[in-house]
């Protein structure tokens, strides 16, 4: 932790570096928790799609539920990078994905922003440790690559580059948390993090089954909304396999099932089902399932699965009148 | 179409062979939607897992709606798989996953059933082709793949072995789109189907990654449950690209993010971008958009997202009092 660095709970003010569809959607995230945001983007007619962003995103933000003293009014589009990042307690950066243009726009940010404040990357896929090589202080820059769009998808995954400091991963993490994202703290760099290289392990097998003309764009869209899916924001894919093994949960399964990791269910190659391997996933489902049984988890599922096709159903006869 | 072919809404009795955790799912599903099942397993004590199963699922069922005169009291659970097929108007197996056990069950609930009747197996990854050999009239054999619980997971994979006709897949198709499921009908033969290649590249991928100590299940389960997960139930993978793409669309994506295909995001290599499957990813986005702006399914991808996180945080507060 350096000098400069404010508490998490302190940040009154927060940078936004690049006003596209992700940094204009950080930026209405932060406005509707609260923040002063001030925003720069070297683009023309920033401002005003910046508003634009901000007020095409309120209502969703109402609904979802304000912070005391939110408004768009709070948003400052300031016409340099200097007078954005100045007076600010965190800066989040989503400039397009270029390496060049990261390491450039980074090391500017750097340069321009007070000492010890924490500079978040929103970089979908590369590395800290790449981007960070110009910067004169790049211990305190970190990725926070959130999902799009930012205000309503609550997943953030933090990670350092070898040069980051531990303090500055651990801020940015209690900071994002304390504005309401759901946190991943990653302990090393690995290319397209978490969540990503897992959509794009199935995008990958749907663009290969489009190639083959083995399903359309179409089918595999209903193969997901209406089939796991449906599951995937109540249990992720492990605890839905834990679900999956009956009483006996992940152990059961994996016993049961491993063999199917060989079936030709998909290109992409398993991994060995080692006992270490085995035992990594039945004590992570252990650790998750917290002690609910089986059939409370069940339960929970069936709940959530319920809720949510009521919603969705709801909305649709809302919308077809 | 054979002679003993009842009209897909004119079947009344449904018999469900095999009475574990999916062949009970059914037996529920059908139950629900006011049909008389009769039930037949040849494990001990199947009567009253049965029972149990229907039981716990009933609530939910109700939740989502009984068709007029539905009633768990509508099961018979026989004695012999010919009185549970005697007078059925389809038949869904949903025996264990093992090729001679199916092949063996498969020719006997053939033998047992009235000509014309249309039989699905539930497998979840083994091809029709390969069950349906020791088959008399191997012509009215389909799978009808579902997912767990049936009840509750509206998809249903619907294909047929090269021994197969033509009329049992689409009365298949017919059959479980009157019953209230979601169906794709494939062309073809594709070892484990489709949702389920999408499902496992994930799964090979998060295991890849617990193997290698990059991330735990915990983490994994947040990153789908917190990230995209959220939007997967409103829009599949290929339409949520297609909203990546901005106002271009999945043109605009692919053009521009094309190269991210050769990163190594996943374990799972990429299929080459021909024009060809640019295109048809193109037309089948532009296909399922169906006329819809892109501010259009923006707005109901968030109506949808905001409406499952408000749905499920509800059942959260409930359950925690």
Same mark, same amino acid.
């Given at each position: ?40 983007? *070297? ?28 408004? *768009? ?249």
């Amino acid at each position: 932790m350096s000098a400069g660095t404010p508490h998490p709970r302190e940040v009154t003010t927060v940078a936004c570096v690049g006003a596209g569809v992700i940094g204009g959607g950080w930026a209405a995230h932060f406005l509707a928790r609260g923040y002063a945001v001030r925003a720069w983007d *070297p683009g023309d007619g920033a401002a005003g799609r910046l508003s634009r962003l901000v007020e095409t995103a309120w209502p969703a933000l109402t609904e979802l539920g304000l912070a005391d003293g939110a408004s *768009p009014d709070n948003l400052t589009v300031t016409s340099t990078l200097a007078e954005a990042v100045d007076g600010a307690g965190f800066v989040q950066e989503s400039a397009p994905e270029s390496l060049p243009v990261k390491r450039r726009l980074l090391a500017d940010i750097d340069a321009a922003t007070a000492p010890g404040v924490v500079i978040a990357s929103s970089t979908s896929g590369f590395a800290m440790t790449d981007m960070q090589v110009d910067a004169a202080t790049p211990e305190r820059l970190v990725v926070g690559h959130p999902f799009n769009p930012p205000y309503l998808i609550p997943l953030v995954e933090v990670v350092g580059g070898e040069r980051t400091e531990r303090w500055a991963v651990d801020w940015a993490s209690d900071f994002y948390r304390h504005v309401g994202k759901s946190v991943i703290t990653m302990n090393r760099e690995l290319p397209g993090f978490i969540a990503n290289r897992l959509q794009e392990a199935l995008w990958r097998e749907a663009l290969h089954m489009v190639a083959n003309g083995e399903a359309t764009p179409e089918q595999i869209d209903t193969a997901i909304t209406d089939g796991p899916g449906l599951r995937w924001p109540v249990q992720g894919p492990c605890l839905t396999f834990h679900l999956a093994g009956g009483e006996g949960g992940m152990a059961h399964m994996l016993d049961h099932f491993g063999p199917s990791l060989q079936e030709p269910w998909t290109r992409l190659e398993a991994p060995e089902l080692t006992q270490r391997l085995r035992d990594d996933m039945v004590a992570g489902c252990e650790s998750e399932a917290d002690g609910r049984t089986f059939a409370e988890l069940v339960t929970e599922r069936d709940r959530g699965v319920i809720a949510i096709q009521r919603a969705l159903r709801r909305l649709r006869e809302d919308r077809d009148g």
